[in-house]
């Protein structure tokens, strides 16, 4: 009986990474939003930003800086923690429940507007408008996010985006932050082929 080696397995190529967004870039789309949303609102009256953790917390208070150095008006900032609302529960590891902290001006007759760094199945702002509502009542509730890239599950759309990035199901997109992760910076990463 002749020997012949085990077949090898063809080997992973890594995923390609391209760089969407540099940090000039990044502080160039935070600039952007916030003028949009002064358009908007109507110089941000009676708004409040509410960040979805991780990276919406930091972006929602760049954009309340951005206002108040462009308009001098002071936005409320606060945090909405949307972990007991996922619908992935069941599915995925157990996630730590974080803080939930509402403007002492409250939301109720204000116009709330989510900011999260990725738009992807709309998912996540379905679990924001569920924890949303156990917390009071808005006026109105719009949407900020930093990247839409696409591919929604849901029927959600965002009322300020900062880049629409086209991407394949394969791919992913990668926000770092400063506050989190000590760069600002958005990838693409490629799904690696076999």
């Known amino acids: 009986m002749a ?19 540099t940090s000039a870039d990044l502080q160039r789309v935070v600039d952007r939003i916030a ?12 708004t409040v930003l509410l960040g979805i953790p ?3 917390v930091p ?7 951005r206002i108040s150095t462009f308009e001098s008006v002071d936005v ?8 007991l609302y996922r619908d992935d529960l069941r599915r995925n590891a157990t996630r730590a429940v974080g803080p939930t902290e509402v403007p002492a001006s409250g939301i109720d007759g204000k116009r709330v507007i989510l900011v999260d760094d990725v738009l992807f ?6 679990a924001a408008l569920d924890a ?5 009542r ?6 900020a996010v930093l990247v839409d890239r696409g591919h929604r599950e849901l029927p959600i759309r965002a009322d300020y985006v900062g880049k629409n990035i086209p991407t394949a199901l394969a791919e992913s997109v990668r926000v770092t932050l400063a506050e989190t992760d000590g760069v600002d910076e958005v990838k693409l990463l490629g799904g690696g082929q076999l």
């Open 3 to 21: 020997y012949s080696p085990a077949a090898q397995p063809a080997p992973v190529s890594p995923p390609s990474v391209k760089v969407i967004l």
């Open 35 to 46: 003028h949009q949303i002064l358009e908007k609102t109507q110089g941000a009256a009676n």
């Open 54 to 56: 991780t990276r919406g």
């Open 59 to 65: 972006l929602a208070r760049r954009l309340a800086a």
């Open 76 to 83: 409320p900032v606060g945090v909405l923690d949307i972990t």
């Open 121 to 126: 199945s709309g998912r996540t702002v379905r």
């Open 132 to 136: 949303l509502s156990d917390l009071g």
């Open 138 to 143: 808005p006026s109105s509730v719009q949407l």
